[in-house]
């Protein structure tokens, strides 16, 4: 019903700034919820930030907050990642999410984008 593509992803150095894209199409109407999370080597998934298309509500993790910003275009169904001061620990597979619950628990998420890489060297 949704499809999500991510883009963005790349290698920067500590300190720098990447901005992550996902392109969304389908039925995003019934899926009011994006936001991404992200895996890190021999981790599970983290949440990392979320957004209501209707509303613009935004609710980050608490290690990201300062730091990232998350937006959407709604107009042409994007939502953005914006990543600055990016910290090793940063380092993870980042994928884009859809689902109707505002929540942070994974299984909450119905569609997924297939990850796109961030590698944070220090």
């Known amino acids: 019903q949704v499809q999500l593509v991510e883009s963005g992803g790349g290698l920067v150095q500590a300190g720098g700034s990447l901005r992550l894209s996902c392109a969304a199409s389908?039925?995003?109407?019934?899926?009011?919820?994006m936001g991404w999370f992200r895996q890190a080597p021999g981790k599970e998934r983290q949440f990392v930030a979320r957004i209501t298309w209707s509303s613009g509500t935004r609710f980050y993790e608490d290690s990201v907050k300062g730091r990232f910003t998350i937006s959407r275009d709604n107009a042409n169904n994007m939502v953005y990642l914006q990543m600055n001061s990016l910290k090793s620990e940063d380092t993870a597979v980042y994928y884009c999410?859809?689902?109707?619950?505002?929540?942070?628990?994974?299984?909450?998420?119905?569609?997924w984008g297939q990850g796109t890489q961030v590698t944070v060297s220090s």
């Open positions: 389908g039925r995003t109407f019934s899926n009011n919820v």
């Open positions: 999410v859809a689902g109707r619950s505002f929540s942070s628990w994974r299984g909450d998420y119905e569609y």
